[in-house]
């Protein structure tokens, strides 16, 4: 300050400016792009014209997009009224203004993805004291605070199929390294210590876990955590990326990098978004469901429960449309399927699946 | 710059108190729109949840408002609000009780805002260089302290969670605000009717100015940010008990703040600003905010809607300045042809 001052006002000026403008750019830059779809509106009645809202951890993420598709094509079979709101970040507590404005719009059917497990529940609570149906899809909240949860798979199948690919392609030794989504997201830390258990509870998995990093689903942060992993790993045989944004953003710098084919990508990725980097050998192996399904379900079961035919009890079942029949398991959980394996000989199949 | 501003005291106090006035006025007409235009928003839910939402940002705004009246800035706030939530999460996690946790984070805010204060005071270094330093170090510890937890509100005893949710009557208006009032009784007392808060203006304006008029420039800054850093850690205790206590806790934080402070017409050059108004800022943004996301428009939007206020607010007002300062330089010209031949200032 004691140089800017002698020099007259206009240097501290330009420094205050900038962060002026900084605060105005960031504002806006974070508002760039993203098309988030949502429609007013809320019925009344007990099933046909119900009102479902669909709050995933964020929008702008290509898939959720798909999920919520599905959910939004259900929403239409059913004659549901339809309506998405996510916040721009996937930050713990800005989902909760959602849920509230969603509390207050009366929504008969609340579908959350929540970002933290415990934050959501008050907002929860006041939707259930409105005698709003909860369910979660995605990542789970307590158990108390929602009649349902819809999974795309088991925790152990998800972290067991990646593990698989990960040790066809280099075998059960070498260093690797994990790039996730945020460091407190559910579904991720549950794959996780899943993964961890079963490293260390198989003879055959000999790796050495080096590292576990996160690139908050953000494009450009994974990125650079990937090119960190690298520089801080020259000997890392792989990367396990259970994001979809993560492992597109390594498997992009990957395939510019000197590391391609030289390092093992596995993880949940989205084969429309995949497909140049198992063409062009960046990538072997990758896996996924088909995400549209997880919001199609979740539509279906909120109907069977506004309609009263399940409770959420275990061995509830109820109709899904065109995925047939579900039954609820143990803590108010569905399955939705299997955890589906793309390579370059099947990925042709499945690239509609993209965003 | 400083002598002709202060030639001109009298009518930027005027000035002043039209913008507050235009400021509130502004507050009531959104308030009148936006329940005449939507049915559920004129209710004691939307008080409550919209209040409450709010009561981070409406603190945070007070040591600020004071912080860039003085023509400094503090970019450190919501880390340090994320410092002491992970703070009382992780003393909960070992087991501590609730109420020295939050001591504790008391202890750690304060302490957070004295590195800030001393680094800017005493070391002279620029406020901006330093709290964007201290942003990353407060978030990196945060990210240390609590690691990949999650402490919700669930773990606290029932008391506190329930105080902090807790309505006065059926009107909605939440308890914890009776806080925030007081918080802005004691920062508007300090900044409008102290020697002190008048002081923070001079050294606004210029520093030596200031140092004339009595202002003792370094402890007078070290003390603004201790007081930023006190007030971090009380939001950070009512984010704990409200929300949850996480590493990503009020991420990004500060640019709502300080968005909603320029927003209220306090000059990022320094030297103008009340409190009133900076609080007026706030409540305009929370409110177009809630009454928007009430009809489902994206946050797309409304971080559009927010970025337009906010230049709006800020070019305003040195357009006019800039006008003005033509005329009355056109003026000086025709009598004083030899007049000073300054630049304008731009923003």
Known sequence: ????????????????????????????????????????????????????????????????????????????????????????????????????????????????????????????????????????????????????????????????????????????????????????????????????????????????????????????????????????YPDLAGIISPTTVGIAATARYLSTSE???????????????????????????????????????TAYAGKALLEGTITGAEGDTFDAGKLGSYTVGPDGLVIVGELLKFTPENIDEYDYISF | MPESTAARRPAWVARLLTRDAALIAVLVLVLVLASAALPRFASPVTVGYLLLNAVPVLLLALPMTLIIITGEIDL????????????????????????????????????????????????????????????????????????????????????????????????????????VILAAAVFIIVLHATPFGRGLYALGFSKEAATFVGVHVPWAKFWLFTASGLVAAFVGVFWSTYYSARSDSANGLELTVIAAVLLGGVSIFGGRGTVIGALTGVLIISNINYALRLQRVPDVVLIIITGSLLIVSVVGPSVVDAARRRIQRARRHRTRPLAEARGIDGA
């Open chain 1, 259 to 297: 590391y391609k084919g030289q390092v093992a990508l596995v993880g949940l990725g989205l084969p429309g978004q995949m497909k140049e980097y198992l063409d062009d050998g960046t990538v072997q192996a990758f896996a996924l469901w088909d995400p549209s399904e997880v919001g199609y379900l």
């Open chain 1, 1 to 232: 300050m004691e140089f800017l001052r002698k020099h007259g006002s206009s240097p501290r000026r330009r420094l205050l400016t900038f962060a002026a403008t900084g605060t105005v750019a960031a504002l806006l830059l974070s508002a760039c792009a993203a098309d988030a779809g949502g429609e007013a509106g809320g019925g009344e009645g007990s099933s046909e014209g119900a009102s479902i809202s669909f709050i995933p951890k964020n929008l702008n993420n290509p898939y959720i997009t798909l999920e919520l598709s599905g959910a939004k094509e259900a929403a239409e079979e059913l004659g549901f009224t339809y309506a998405e709101a996510a916040p721009l970040d996937a930050g713990a507590d800005s989902q909760i203004p959602f849920i509230q404005t969603e509390v207050q719009n009366g929504t008969q059917i609340l579908a959350v993805s929540p970002n933290d497990p415990d934050a959501v529940c008050p907002a929860l609570e006041d939707a259930r004291a409105g005698g709003a149906k909860i369910i979660t899809f995605d990542s789970d909240s307590a158990v108390e605070c929602r009649d349902l949860f819809i999974n795309q798979t088991s925790v152990e199948g998800v972290a067991a199929g990646q593990l698989e690919q990960l040790f066809d392609q280099i075998g059960g030794t070498g260093e690797i390294a994990i790039l996730s989504a945020t460091a407190a997201a559910p579904n991720q830390n549950a794959w996780i210590e899943a993964m961890i258990q079963q490293i260390e509870e198989s003879d055959e998995y000999e790796w050495d876990l080096v590292a576990t990093v996160y690139g908050d689903d953000d494009d450009t942060k994974s990125f650079q955590e990937a090119q960190g992993l690298l520089q801080s």
């Open chain 2, 76 to 179: 450190s706030v919501a880390s340090t609000v994320g410092i002491t939530t992970a703070t009382i999460g992780s003393l909960n996690l070992a087991g501590w009780e609730f109420l020295p946790a939050v001591l504790v984070a008391l202890l750690v805010g304060v302490i957070a805002g004295a590195v800030n204060g001393a680094l800017i005071a005493f070391v002279g270094l620029p406020s901006l260089a330093v709290t964007i330093g201290t942003l990353a170090l407060y978030r990196g510890l945060t990210l240390v302290l609590i690691g990949d937890n999650s402490v919700s509100s669930s773990q606290y005893p029932e008391g506190f969670t329930s105080l902090i949710n807790a309505k006065v009557g059926a009107t909605g208006i939440p308890i914890v605000m009776g806080f």
